[in-house]
């Protein structure tokens, strides 16, 4: 019969199996976080991440509205007159 290796989390400190940790091909060994943990840690920083993104995006169209309108302006001709 197979045994399951357990393996703790250093984030939640619980003792999960093995396939609960994604692996690594990189370092050749499970990662020290598990997947909901590390899921948990990924989806608040996408969530930081678009946060910031949105911003910037906001902020740089603000400041750069003429010369996008212009470029948009001309790719569409670009477009059009192919
Ligand atoms: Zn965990």
Redesign the pocket.
């Known amino acids: 019969m197979l045994v399951m290796k357990k393996k703790q989390?250093i984030?939640?400190k619980?003792r999960k199996y093995l396939k609960e940790f994604s692996f690594r091909k990189d370092s050749n060994r499970h990662r020290n976080?598990?997947m909901?943990?590390m899921s948990n840690k990924s989806l608040k920083y996408y969530r930081k991440n678009i946060e910031h993104c949105i911003e910037y995006k906001k902020r740089y169209y603000r400041e750069n509205r003429e010369k996008i309108l212009e470029l948009r302006k001309k790719q569409y001709k670009l477009k059009n007159e192919k």
């Open positions: 989390c984030k939640c619980e976080c598990c909901k943990c």
